[in-house]
């Protein structure tokens, strides 16, 4: 258990829709990654956020967007959905600083049909 | 462009085999992670290395950290069918603090 929980596990839904993926990370851990992960690929980074700040934006579309609150858990929106959005979509939380290792949650599956 | 390098890609090889991952930059990390994924799963850490020319060993995997830390190796002896997954390796780079960079990930898959 890696103290980083997804939330769903699983999703499905229609296309054009909108759906909230949540991240809770570890305790302590200041730092929230979103990586979108699609079958057979690598984790392509979409957002970083660090205390509730933006703190690097990858490849990530502007149908999407994240926050991260003041409790440091952190939601990821994915609106206009469209089929090629199936994938898997992982959060990771980290210290940083002394700490950087990454601890990933188990991830959330989003199908689109 | 990626920060971090990794090759090869994608990886095929037999059981018993060994091989040899890479993790290249042009920068300097102050220190750097391997991560094995496996299907369906998050990526799990499994080893950090800090000091230039550093090496670790987790059981037949050899961890090595350049010397002038801006590469990493992951080298397997004797490879299982247990190994395949995803090898992903990360860090931090000097001078851009809290920010945890990936590489796109070397695929293995090890065949019986």
């Known amino acids: 258990d890696s103290g980083v929980t997804q939330t769903p596990k699983h999703l499905i839904t229609a296309t054009g829709q909108r759906v909230t993926l949540r991240c809770s990370p570890r305790s302590g851990d200041l730092s929230v990654y979103w990586y979108q992960q699609s079958l057979d690929q690598g984790l392509q980074f979409l957002i970083q956020y660090y205390n509730g700040e933006e703190r690097a934006k990858g490849n990530i579309l502007e149908r999407f967007s994240a926050q991260q609150f003041p409790d440091l858990h952190s939601e990821l929106n994915l609106s206009s959905l469209e089929l090629g959005d199936s994938a898997l979509y992982f959060c990771?939380?980290?210290?940083?600083?002394?700490?950087?290792?990454?601890?990933f949650g188990q991830g959330t599956r989003l199908t689109v049909v | 462009t990626q920060l971090l390098e990794q090759s090869p890609q994608f990886l095929s090889i037999q059981e018993g085999e060994n091989l040899t991952v890479y993790c290249n930059s042009s920068s300097v990390f102050s220190s750097l992670q391997w991560y094995r994924q496996e299907p369906g799963e998050g990526p799990v850490l499994l080893v950090t290395v800090v000091t230039g020319g550093e090496v670790k060993k987790l059981k037949r995997l050899t961890f090595q950290f350049g010397d002038a830390r801006k590469d990493s190796s992951l080298h397997i002896t004797a490879a299982q069918t247990g190994d395949t997954g995803l090898y992903l390796c990360?860090?931090?780079?000097?001078?851009?603090?809290?920010?945890?960079?990936f590489g796109a990930g070397t695929i293995l898959r090890v065949k019986s």
């Open positions: 990771a939380s980290s210290a940083l600083g002394r700490r950087p290792e990454a601890f």
């Open positions: 990360a860090g931090e780079a000097v001078g851009d603090g809290n920010k945890l960079v």
